[in-house]
């Protein structure tokens, strides 16, 4: 359940609380991360950022503390805050080149054992990470919004002032999941739901009904994310998501551009039927690039596709004619060759690689990551980072939302905006 900072958190069912396991404060896993974070913090301490002052778009490289709340989410924190919520989404300002990027952090079960602590002011969005073992305020960004399942929708864009906008929206109308993944975070935090029968009408009448409390025209909705729990095949996909496309046009969405984001859409057939209903880009989920792993961390359904059969699909979603194909990859699970030599494969199809950091909420989660992000700590993440970063130049949802907001924003008062002063974010 996704809440703006200002409200108060909704409490757990009890029999989702109580499948939650025990938190550990295990000192070895304490001197494994004060290891490791103490490495990163070096290595961004160090870090030159790329200047991209040249370029339009802001998204194009890392700023140390973009980098830093990378580690930072990788590593896990400790909080006095209910465990109602594991998930923060915090806005990070880099000091230097005035760079904001959204970032999460998650509250593992390890969390006592955490050398990280987010602790939030008591009014207000401001909230800081402290280093445990000495007291020290890392950084100081503002809370987002607290999450737990998957919400009916949030809106992905923000004005510079953090404001949401009616522009883009990612939408989770289908609260369950056939994907049966191993490595699965909303499994994790136990937050699947038996959807009910009606869940797409009642989906788009929410949203409906929050435009027109926040007195927002529905035509100014022109890019949605569909990122929801999965159906066991590609035919009931498929039915699913123009079914719901269907829906948003019935209400008034009518400039919307749709993207789904899916591992069961795999044919040509699909793909052109997806199109032709207002689909304008494809999102595939390859989460790493190391067949082997991708089974073992994410099971024999979704992690069964191999890497060469995503390449197949995503050159199948360029020949049906999608101007945006993108896919999401989660650094942590590949030796760093392999993420660097799957990263130029995906470019070479003309795929836009979406990186996200592993949130680790167990320690068979952490566990599971490489050796080499565990030696090369932050090099790891700047270089995977990088290369994913590189491939935008084959077109990404984020960035066609951000030209819409600016274009929005100057219509509403706000001139002088540009896409640099929006907050970078990439998932
Ligand atoms: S497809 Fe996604 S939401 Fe579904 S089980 Fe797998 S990781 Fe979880």
């Not at 503390?65 to 594991?86: K, N, P, V, Y």
């Not at 304008?280 to 690039?289: A, D, N, R, Y």
């Amino acid at each position: 359940m996704e809440l703006s900072a200002g409200v108060a958190p909704v409490s757990l069912p009890l029999m989702v609380r109580n499948r939650q396991p025990a938190e550990t404060a295990d000192p070895r896993v304490t001197a494994r991360l004060v290891e490791w974070f103490g490495r990163a913090r070096s290595y961004v301490d160090a870090y030159t950022p790329a200047d991209d002052t040249h370029l339009p778009d802001p998204d194009t490289s890392l700023s140390r503390t973009q980098l830093l709340s990378l580690a930072i989410g990788f590593t896990g924190c400790d909080t006095a805050e209910s465990r109602d919520q594991r998930t923060y989404t915090l806005v990070y300002s880099d000091p230097d080149l005035g760079k904001r990027n959204f970032q999460t952090i998650c509250v593992p079960y390890y969390a006592p054992a955490s050398p990280l602590r987010f602790e939030r002011d008591p009014d207000g969005p401001g909230c800081r990470i402290v280093w445990k073992p000495s007291g020290e305020v890392l950084t100081r960004p503002r809370l987002h919004a607290g999450i737990f399942g998957a919400s009916s929708h949030y809106y992905s864009r923000v004005a510079p002032d953090l404001a949401e906008l009616p522009t883009a929206a990612i939408i989770s109308p289908y609260s369950t999941c056939a994907g049966g993944c191993l490595g699965c975070n909303r499994n994790e935090v136990g937050s699947f739901t038996p959807p009910p029968r009606d869940y797409i009408a009642r989906h788009v009448a929410t949203v409906a009904d929050d435009y027109d409390r926040r007195g927002w025209d529905r035509a100014e909705l022109v890019s949605v994310n569909i990122t929801t729990g999965c159906q066991p095949d590609e035919a009931r996909e498929l039915e699913m998501m123009l079914r719901l496309i269907a829906e948003y046009r019935r209400q008034g969405f009518t400039n919307a551009g749709f993207f789904p984001f899916t591992y069961a859409i795999d044919s040509r057939a699909a793909m052109d039927q997806l199109r032709e209903a207002g689909c304008l880009g494809f999102i595939g989920t390859i989460e790493c690039v190391n067949d082997a792993e991708r089974v073992r961390q994410w099971g024999r359904h979704k992690g069964a596709i191999t890497f060469e059969q995503h390449l197949g699909k995503y050159r199948r979603a360029r020949a049906a004619g999608f101007g945006i194909v993108e896919t999401d990859y989660v650094l942590g699970a590949d030796s760093y060759e392999e993420m660097l030599r799957g990263i130029d494969a995906l470019s070479a199809a003309e795929v836009a690689v979406v990186p996200n950091i592993k949130r680790n909420y167990s320690l068979a989660q952490l566990d599971s990551n490489h050796p080499d992000i565990w030696e090369m700590d932050a090099r790891y993440i700047a270089d995977g980072f990088a290369a994913c970063l590189a491939t935008y130049a084959h077109g990404t949802i984020k960035r066609r939302a951000a030209r819409y907001c600016v274009d929005y924003l100057h219509r509403h008062g706000q001139p002088q905006v540009t896409l640099r002063d929006l907050p970078i974010r990439h998932t």
